[in-house]
């Protein structure tokens, strides 16, 4: 009698188990919905297969047909039968959200599957370079020229922001910050970058042809936002952005050139017309002097209610009427960051709290001055930060920056067995 209902508890257990299951299981999720499937590592996972061969992409076309076309078709729009009887539907590949999935991203997805819509994990039934090489034939299918087809490569420039030898977050205090070794609570860090070129071994500049995303990039600009509208940040978006997309001839580089700012041309219009990520009021200063190039802001120790760094163009003054566009500034301030010995596959561009704020005193204010440093050349608190932006300031030119870095890339992450945090090599 014991052993009879003993059985029946555990098929009563049973039972509730499967509810559990069919109750908590989405039958109409999509594999590629535009919902976030893959953990926030995976966007940063690098492909190793920056330059495809002709065989790469063969294989990676036969492994799709293999695994993937059945449902997602081989044109990649899921138009097949199929997909039609499934509940939940697999994804049209050529959707626009696609092209918003960074490499790594379409590799988890990959690898892993999707539970909740029955897409399978791929980790056993094709080695790591195959699941990468799937990953190049897709971009084919969204219509991503590749390089053995255009003769041009697809380069993700990751950038990561940090204070010291910690990594940027909101809601963190950092110490030790300045001359007076202040602490900090970061509230915001956002910046523009332009005019992204590559530099070979001889020394010649490649432009990057950046990927226009509708949010990020828009013709040769694009924003960096490591802030995510959380705590402290709670004036900032709720999105980061560390990387920037593009593509350049393929050929052999050994380093990266920038620029921090936005161009003359696009820096005194209308922010109400502007495309984004030109359309954020929080990055515009006013009409005559333009954008914020750099919105970077901080409790500190001897400032708790905040000191800040808005760096823009300055004596920008209209030569006509109060519509008068601004024919020149008398101080661009666009920094020009020329970072050497950088591979574009592997390293990581640093922008470090610590070493902009390296001689300044983070905990006073200039008397009769905005918080901080809003770029005027009669604000001393400027020259610091200036000087470690690569800026001259009140005549005096900068030793060199110091604001980027490189951190050189030790190994190409596999996803599941190195986390985000441990690709990381030396800081140089």
Known sequence: MKRKHKLIKLIFIAFVAVGVWAINFDFSASAHDGKQHAPAAAKKLRNPIAQPTDADIANGKALYEQHCAKCHAKDGKANTQAAQMMKAKPTDLTAHHMHMLTDGELYWVTTNGILKSGMPAMKTKMSERERWQTVVYVRSLMGEMNAAASGLQEVMLRFKGTVGDKAFNCGESYEGIGTTNSKITPTDFRLYVHNVRLIDASGKETPVKLEPDSKWQVDNIALLDFENGSGPCANGTADIHDFIKGTVPAGNYTGVKFTVGVPFDRNHADPAKAPSPLNLTQLFWVWNSGYKFARIEMNTTGLPQGWMLHLGSTGCQPGGT???????????????????????????????????????????NQPKTARGCMSGQNDSDCAPLFANLGLAFAGKASPGQKFFGVEKG??????GKASLGKMGGARK
Do not use: H, M, W, Y
Not at 410 to 415: F, G, I, M, R
């Open 322 to 364: 109060a519509q008068t566009i601004p024919s020149n500034c008398t101080f661009a301030n666009r920094a020009e960051i020329t970072l050497s010995n950088f591979n574009i596959s592997r390293d990581v561009v640093i922008a470090d709290l610590k070493k902009l704020f390296d001689g300044a005193n983070v905990d006073v």
């Open 410 to 415: 030790t190994q190409t992450a596999s996803l």
